[in-house]
């Protein structure tokens, strides 16, 4: 089986491709810097002894996102599993410069995810398969005031998939998102909140291996993440 998680230099997908390639999976992974991007593949070759495609795409520039999309697979090399977590919390007004505001926040979260499935959907359909997981946010369903930006972008990649979920269905394509609550991640750094308060990012990529190992007839649309703290 093959993978492709894309913001995968750090953090969550570092940890979701480090499980696929515990499980023998072939991974490409994606980042914003050719810098970042080559550690990480060396990193994780290094460790599990495997091949690992690294991507360099900034999905907040529509025109670089479109090359991306435009060049990266091909029908016969797209992989098998398609992973979205590229993003990146951020608080401020929505409509003011900055990294809260509106259009780069809809770019990384939602509009990329879309563009990419417009041209790799069909050849999805021509094999009759393959599994799209989003990483979406419990604050899709529960906005954050101070990050309006964000909220919206999430909520839109919501409605998106649920809509899209049971449309794939006929072509044996499954449709998967996981809201989690605050993990162990960049967005948390300096924040001043005990790591111990947080989700561990090795466990939610168990949760992610747990929906591209499911059988074939089974899908798990929405799963719900929250640590067990009176602050989330």
């Known amino acids: 089986m093959r993978v492709l998680i894309t913001g995968a230099t750090a953090g969550i997908g570092y940890k979701i491709a480090e499980k696929a390639l ?3 999976r072939q991974v490409s992974i994606t980042g914003r810097q050719a810098k970042t991007v080559e550690h990480a593949v060396n990193m994780l070759q290094s460790k599990y002894g495997a091949k690992v495609e690294g991507l360099i795409v900034d999905f907040t520039k529509a025109a670089e996102t479109q090359q991306f999309i435009d060049s990266a697979f091909t029908a016969e090399t797209l ?23 509106i259009e780069p926040q809809l770019r990384l979260h939602f509009l990329h995810i879309i563009e990419a499935l417009q041209v790799w959907l069909p050849w999805m359909k021509a094999r009759k398969g393959g599994h799209i997981i989003c990483m979406n946010s419990i604050i899709s369903l ?40 605050s993990t162990q991640s960049r967005s948390w750094q300096g924040s001043g909140i005990q790591e111990d308060l947080l989700m561990d990012a090795e466990e939610l990529a168990k949760w992610v291996s747990t929906m591209w190992s499911s059988p074939p007839n089974m899908v798990s649309t929405e799963l719900i993440l929250r640590p067990m703290s009176p602050l989330f």
């Open 79 to 101: 992989p098998d599993v398609l992973i979205f977590n590229a993003g990146q919390y951020a608080e401020g007004p929505m409509h003011e410069p900055g990294e809260g505001h």
């Open 142 to 181: 529960e906005p954050r005031r101070a990050a309006p930006g964000y909220s919206v972008s999430k909520a839109a990649l919501l409605a998106y998939l649920r809509a899209l979920q049971p449309e794939l269905i006929p072509h044996g394509i499954r449709v998967s998102q996981l809201l989690p609550s």
């Open 22 to 24: 515990e499980e023998g």
